[in-house]
């Protein structure tokens, strides 16, 4: 009973600071919202049982995207007051959208039976012993292809980076 | 472990269901409504994040650790990502003096 509790106060604070990346003015808030967003789904994942992409989420995101997004906040000094406002309209109409969306996945719900399958004693699949075990077995290939993958992104964004000399 | 194996069979799989489908909405909105770039790729992490999550629950749940592992290699592409889309941003920023996105309308019509 008690992990459903903790399940409804993390779901309650991602939902909450997930609206406020979207609702505060300044661009530096918005950031720190979205960090608290990502410890709070890291809560979900050890809830999950999944330490490892609990580790991993807190390490990639809190640790790595969010110093990237300060970054580019700070040193482009972003940090203005956000002048530039879609019109009343249009913010409604965005809203409806979303909600619609909304509407549509929880409607797709309703038409299935969702079960709860699962076999209680083998969910240990989360913890790092077991995945690692997968991921240089049988997804070996992706995990080094994802080595290029980073070492062109990086080669990308020192690239775009770089001022040009004209 | 005991403890954990039945915390995961106490929350039904709609309620993660359910949480995630809001998550994913609130980033639509943002991508919808917002005209900072900035806040546009955090609305699309946010989307990102829901959809991990779930992919996560359900993995959790059926024993699978492929759902797991697909996490885990969206991480990596969400991080290559953000940096490629940051420099794109910053360039934008220096050429336009602003990351509004309306300024970027010469390939609109």
């Not at chain 1, 913010?91 to 719900?109: E, P, Q």
């Not at chain 2, 403890?3 to 639509?28: D, E, H, M, R, W």
């Not at chain 2, 996490?71 to 220096?94: D, N, P, Q, S, T």
């Amino acid at each position: 009973m008690l992990s459903l509790y903790v399940f409804f106060f993390l779901s309650a604070v991602t939902l909450v600071s997930a609206v406020m990346v979207l609702l505060s003015k300044k661009p530096i808030h918005s950031v720190l919202y979205l960090t608290l967003t990502f410890f709070t789904l890291a809560g979900h994942y050890i809830m999950l049982n999944a330490q490892f992409l609990a580790v991993v989420h807190i390490i990639v995101y809190a640790g790595a995207i969010m110093v990237l997004f300060l970054f580019t906040v700070m040193l482009l000094n972003l940090n203005i007051e956000g002048e530039f406002q879609k019109s009343t309209v249009m913010k409604f109409v965005a809203a409806i959208a979303g909600g619609m969306i909304f509407l549509v996945l929880i409607g797709t719900l309703k038409s299935f039976d969702v079960t709860t399958v699962g076999d209680p004693s083998m969910t240990q699949i989360g913890l790092v012993k077991n995945l690692g075990k997968t991921l240089y077995s049988q997804y070996l290939m992706p995990f080094e292809l994802s080595s290029i993958l980073f070492l062109s992104a990086m080669v990308g964004a020192v690239m775009l980076g770089k001022k040009d000399k004209n | 472990m005991e403890t954990t194996v039945a915390q995961i069979q106490v929350i039904p799989l709609q309620y993660y269901i359910i949480f995630c489908s809001a998550l994913f909405s609130i980033g639509v909105i943002g991508v919808l409504a917002k005209r900072n770039a900035l806040v546009i790729f955090m609305s699309v992490e946010l989307m990102l994040n829901s959809a991990n999550l779930l992919l996560a629950a359900f993995s959790a749940y059926r024993n699978d650790p492929a759902g797991q592992i697909f996490v885990f290699f969206i991480m990596v592409v969400a991080a290559a990502e953000v940096a490629i889309g940051l420099a794109l941003l910053v360039v934008v920023y220096r050429s336009t003096k602003t990351i509004d996105i309306n300024a970027l309308n010469r390939l609109k019509w």
